[in-house]
């Protein structure tokens, strides 16, 4: 089914539109492709009709395809045209809007008021899938697509689109995670991730990147100026980190990733043990280290390095962990967007999630 926007593209709806869309006969073979205008740059919408001509040959007769317009309708879509019966949901875009997608294929309440006390951060004992036949269709087209890199992906974009019927279906882990708003700390964040959740230095960094990227649209110059204003003047903080529930250690953290791929962006190999589908979380901590330090232990991390034998980077692997803050706040990103600050528990739920995507090279 194809609707007609001559503004945009005749295979294109608008969130809007949705609300008066949803046909009452579901088609459940329909491919449902959520869209981020602004991935790469602002170039997936701005080219879109030229982009469409070129791939609709390879799309089944019956698609849909919706642009979303603001953060969090990746989510809100995806929920609502799972809700409908639709079950397959593609995402089109980068990290971020294959995250916020992701996040809607579960029942997850984005918001909740928690006290600080680790005792009451309770990760569900399992995740409540909005339609247990939804399959999650993955076509990277972001900048730095690193989800693409930890699955192991060759082909992004375009490529991507022309092998999407001979896209393999499997399971992956997601991680769950609870964390703490950034301006009211009795108010937690509920959310997935798939690839990696980023603490300290890291989180840092992207986050003001992020914020200088409003006035400085290279993203190249955008992430150099997040690392010139961070690193000379970053401090490391004392946390307590939780091992499933049972180990606990009291370390000073400059940077910390809770894992279930192995990239992070910049091609940083950050897990090198870390699969996608093992029912484990891969805990890495930098711990205290001057600015000069950092650089070299990041350049480090491009490589294979199994973190043997090394004094100031500790290596976990855990179904679950929580970080607790004891000094000041300390950023989290996740799948590289800025969602809040310690403290915050992790979760691995194994295979929780259907995806279907391109075979891995690896």
């Known amino acids: 089914m194809l609707l007609i926007l001559p503004r945009l593209n005749p295979a294109l709806t608008t969130t809007n539109q949705l609300k008066r869309d949803i046909p009452t006969e579901s088609k459940f073979n329909e491919l449902i492709l959520i869209l981020n205008p602004n991935s790469q740059g602002g170039a997936t919408g701005k080219n879109w009709n030229d982009t469409y001509v070129k791939i609709k040959e390879f799309l ?22 799972l809700r409908a019966g639709y079950r397959n949901i593609v995402a089109v875009g980068g990290d971020g809007t ?73 399971k992956i882990d997601v991680i769950g995670v609870i964390a703490t708003d950034k301006d009211n700390p009795a108010i937690t964040h509920n959310r997935i991730v798939l690839n990696a959740a980023e603490m300290g230095v890291g989180a840092e960094i992207i986050d003001r990147s992020k914020r200088v990227r409003g006035k400085i649209k290279s993203r190249i110059l955008s992430t150099v100026a997040g690392i010139v204003s961070t690193l000379p003047t970053y401090e490391s903080n004392e946390c307590d980190i939780i091992i499933d529930r049972k180990m606990k250690i009291t370390s000073k953290i400059t940077m910390a990733v809770v894992a279930n791929g192995k990239f992070l962006g910049g091609g940083f190999n950050a897990a090198p043990r870390a699969d996608m589908s093992d029912g484990i979380l891969d805990v890495i901590i930098m711990k205290n280290s001057g600015s000069f330090k950092m650089l070299e232990k990041l350049v480090e991390m491009k490589g294979e390095s199994q973190y043997t034998g090394e004094e100031d980077i500790l290596y976990y692997r855990a179904s679950q962990v929580a970080f607790m803050p004891k000094e000041r706040n300390i950023t989290l990103s996740l799948d590289g967007e800025p969602v ?23």
């Open 60 to 81: 089944p007769k019956q698609h849909r395809i919706i642009f979303t317009k603001k953060a969090n309708d990746g989510t809100l879509v995806t929920r609502k045209m």
């Open 98 to 170: 294959i995250n916020e997608v992701a996040n809607g294929f579960f029942d997850i309440k984005q918001k909740d008021r928690s006290a600080i006390d680790y005792a009451k951060f309770k990760p569900a004992s399992r995740l409540i899938p909005i339609n247990p036949n939804g399959v999650f269709w993955i076509i990277p087209s972001g900048s730095r697509n690193v989800l693409a890199a930890s699955l192991g992906l060759q082909h992004q974009g375009n490529e991507s689109f022309m092998r999407i019927k001979q896209m393999k279906r499997r």
């Open 340 to 362: 809040g600050v310690l403290p915050a528990i992790f979760k691995v739920y194994h295979n929780a999630l259907t995806i279907k995507s391109e075979a891995s090279v690896r």
